[in-house]
T-cell receptor, first 116, second 114 residues
């Protein structure tokens, strides 16, 4: 079974631009979560989508947004990029039917975004 | 407020010996805990998990112990191998209230010496 895939793997943008990152979950997984990893803040939760609906949201400004399509693929968008948005953006997928069960999130390789 | 803490930023262990990585948490709502291994510029790789209804889970060389009263969990790797050298993250979720949202610790870099 193929793992989580993310495109592109590397991206360079300038301040003020916007960027869209893509994530394809493991087949059969309906939940997609996004995380940001930076040296200073570690791994931080951005948001989670399940069945095309945002189910959970972290503490990030409104410049960070996402969506999920009917095939469970997800995109995240960052508008008006700032230098501090430079990070590794990770996508994780799961069945999304947690409720106390043993659902596990599996991560993709990440997209390295550099903002100049 | 760091709800999941890994107080040891690094650990060095001799090949063949036991590696013990520790993690503390403060949120009583956490009911599911996971350990991930991560190499630079790659996504975290899932290792092992434990539900709050258990106090131990074992998978091959990896065992996770959970002490709910102390809000502490640990990952034991026996025997340690050079290929285990990586950064290990502890993560927790509060499934009943926050679904799949994971809160991560800051990581412990494990170096296994040949």
């Amino acid at each position: 079974k193929a793992g989580v895939t993310q495109t592109p793997r590397y991206l360079i943008k300038t301040r003020g631009q916007q960027v869209t990152l893509s994530c394809s979950p493991i087949s059969g997984h309906r939940s997609v979560s996004w995380y940001q990893q930076t040296p200073g803040q570690g791994l931080q939760f951005l948001f989670e989508y399940f069945s095309e609906t945002q189910r959970n949201k972290g503490n990030f400004p409104g410049r960070f947004s996402g969506r999920q399509f009917s095939n469970s693929r997800s995109e995240m968008n960052v508008s008006t990029l700032e230098l501090g948005d430079s990070a590794l953006y990770l996508c994780a997928s799961s069945h999304g039917t947690s409720g106390g069960g043993t659902d596990t999130q599996y991560f993709g390789p990440g997209t390295r975004l550099t903002v100049l | 407020d760091q709800q999941v803490k890994q107080n040891s930023p690094s650990l060095s262990v001799q090949e063949g010996r036991i590696s013990i990585l520790n993690c503390d948490y403060t949120n009583s709502m956490f009911d599911y805990f996971l350990w991930y291994k991560k190499y630079p510029a790659e996504g975290p790789t899932f290792l092992i998990s434990i539900s709050s209804i258990k106090d131990k889970n074992e998978d091959g060389r990896f065992t996770v112990f959970l002490n709910k009263s102390a809000k502490h969990l640990s990952l034991h790797i026996v025997p340690s191998q050079p290929g285990d050298s990586a950064v290990y993250f502890c993560a927790a979720s509060a499934r009943r209230s926050s679904g799949d949202k994971l809160t991560f610790g800051t990581g412990t870099r494990l170096a296994v010496r040949p």
